[in-house]
């Protein structure tokens, strides 16, 4: 965020500063767009492999409870990216 007193005075270096935010807000947004397909691919994959390794039954939820995979995906979906210093969600 742009504090008020770093705001310049002439409007090319004002519209410079607007355009330049919104490239990082951009960014941000791309970034963010790639966690959303990595979490939808891997729970995907995680689906696959549930029905693989303990076919359509309802027992296939408690031996992944006590694996505590789900914790691990839920953790890093609340991660905030700022939070993200091992760029786990950026690859």
Request: proline share 2%; aromatic share 4%.
């Amino acid at each position: 965020m742009i504090e008020a007193l770093d705001l310049p005075q002439d409007l090319a270096a004002a519209h410079a500063i607007i355009l330049a935010d919104r490239e990082a807000r951009l960014a941000l947004e791309r970034v963010q767009a790639g966690e959303r397909l990595l979490i939808e691919k891997l729970r995907l994959e995680i689906a696959r492999l549930r029905r693989q390794a303990f076919g359509n039954s309802s027992k296939w939820g408690r031996k992944l409870k006590q694996l505590g995979i789900e914790a691990v995906i839920e953790r890093k979906q609340r991660m905030a990216p700022e939070d993200d210093d091992d760029g786990f969600l950026l690859h």
